[in-house]
């Protein structure tokens, strides 16, 4: 019987099967929305795919509005792609040192049903062309008691398979999701530029308890925002995340834009929003003042980590740790020492730790509140009252007519740009802030760094580590 089929067995004990609303619920770790984006643009990063750019648009299909997603990465095969649609799958590996941040094999599931209720995946790879669905409208539609997936597959020469399964999935997918032809199919596989590659649609995008949609799209032509909430206590208006509590929020909250451009410690993708370019930045060069420490917890040793502090040049009230995990950012402003007192102290200063050592949450907003994680938590209050004091002090005995540090006008103490052919990056001498939009390795004034094949100059060849 169907239902003797559906409860498959392996060795006569039968496997576990998948209700649709799990599809809900695990979605559910992303309170914040960027952090379903963020899941959809790691997959994109990671070394199995390890494409150079992602596109991040909004388009409208039937009138509906929709997310896409579109990279230029390795594509997947029929395979790889049900595993992607399916849970648990996970066999990335680190490749030439590029360490992949996804691990549970969860993201694209949790990522993408957070956003929207429904999912179209169009991949190109070698001379196949898959199209893949996951759709809680289609499962609720067809009454289905388990998870499944149609996929369906073209040949080289844009053909499908005749089989009748081949027939049932691609009649699935053309009756239920935005697309009715097979021409319409194979226009959006179209879209992805080059011979490999992957192309994700969501519709039916979440909306609020108010019935108006979660993103902003007409604030800013060129971002995808949070819209502003009216706060009922304070009467002002702006989203913030929870746990910002009484601080000004930073922009990376709820801008898209400003949060792809903080995402990665060591930027290695070029990420598109709308159209327009990311300018990445490498969080740890961009400050002033900066020293660096090292942490040597006895959990970890004979191991240390380095922790880079400075000042931020771009707004003050923006300040607090910048927490990376395997390159990847889990928490940003995470206000420490006497930075957690109203009382001044602190202001402007920024840390940038990278803590491989401890263990992301499921969604990778935060970390699992381990003894390891408080003590770590504890050595960076201490380490960044140790800076502030440090600067203190030396305004004090050093230049006490000059101005408060915290007051003074800052510029990152070194320039680093990204080039936009080999995506390395490059220092550049100090007096060059008017840059092109589009910047190559043959403009770089020093000569010894002026070809996309020479390797970046070694990270702080220039800052001794200053440990305390």
Not at 75 to 81: E, N, P, R, S, V
Not at 120 to 129: A, G, P, R
Not at 222 to 248: A, C, F, H, N, V
């Amino acid at each position: 019987t169907t239902r003797a089929k559906m409860a498959q067995t392996q060795g006569g004990i039968r496997l576990s099967a998948l209700c649709p609303k799990f599809l809900h619920t695990n979605s559910t770790s992303h309170t914040w929305p960027f952090s379903a984006v963020a899941e959809l643009i790691d997959n994109a990063y990671d070394p199995d795919v390890n494409a150079k750019q992602i596109w991040i648009d909004k388009t409208v299909i039937r009138h509906n509005m929709c997310m896409t997603f579109t990279d230029n990465g390795s594509g997947m095969t029929q395979d790889k792609l049900h595993k992607m649609l399916s849970f648990g799958f996970s066999d990335k590996v680190t490749v030439n040192g590029h360490v992949p941040v996804g691990l549970y094999g969860n993201g694209f599931k949790s990522g993408s049903m957070r956003l929207g209720k429904d999912a179209i995946v169009f991949t190109k790879k070698e001379n196949t062309l898959c199209v893949g669905m996951l759709s809680q409208s289609y499962l609720e539609a067809i009454k289905a008691e388990h998870v499944v997936v149609p996929i369906i597959t073209f040949n080289k020469h844009r053909q499908l398979n005749k089989s009748a399964a081949s027939q049932a999935n691609l009649n699935a997918i053309l009756k239920h999701s935005l697309f009715s032809t097979e021409k319409e199919l194979l226009a959006e596989l179209d879209a992805i530029i080059g011979k490999k590659g992957t192309r994700i649609i969501i519709w039916n995008l979440k909306r609020d308890k108010h019935g108006k949609p979660e993103f902003d799209f007409y604030k800013d032509k060129y971002d995808i925002r949070i819209p502003e909430d009216l706060d009922d206590s304070s009467g002002k208006t702006g989203y913030k995340k929870q746990e910002r509590m009484d601080q000004i929020p930073p922009e990376s909250d709820y801008s898209l834009r400003a949060y792809c451009s903080i995402l990665y410690l060591k930027p290695r993708m070029q990420i598109v929003i709308r159209g327009q370019k990311v300018q990445t930045t490498l969080v740890s060069k961009n400050l002033a003042y900066i020293e660096r420490d090292i942490y040597r917890p006895k959990f970890l040793a004979p191991k240390t980590v380095k922790i880079t502090f400075g000042f931020n040049c771009r707004n003050e009230d923006h300040y607090g740790v910048m927490m990376y995990h395997k390159n990847r950012l889990i928490k940003a402003y995470e206000r420490v020492g006497c930075q957690l007192k109203a009382n001044n102290m602190g202001v402007g200063v920024v840390g940038v730790i990278e803590c491989n050592f401890l263990k992301p949450t499921h969604n990778k907003q935060d970390f699992d509140y381990t003894n390891e994680y408080r003590l770590t938590m504890v050595a960076l209050g201490e380490k960044l009252n140790d800076y502030w004091n440090e600067m203190k002090h030396k305004r004090h005995f050093q230049n006490p007519q000059m101005l408060l540090v915290e007051d003074v006008q800052k510029r990152p103490d070194q320039q680093w740009v990204q080039c936009d052919s080999c995506l390395r990056w490059r220092k550049l001498p100090d007096g060059m802030d008017q840059l092109p939009e589009k910047w190559y390795c043959h403009m770089n004034p020093d000569p010894e760094f002026r070809d996309c094949t020479v390797p970046e100059e070694p990270e702080d060849d220039d800052l001794l580590d200053q440990p305390t």
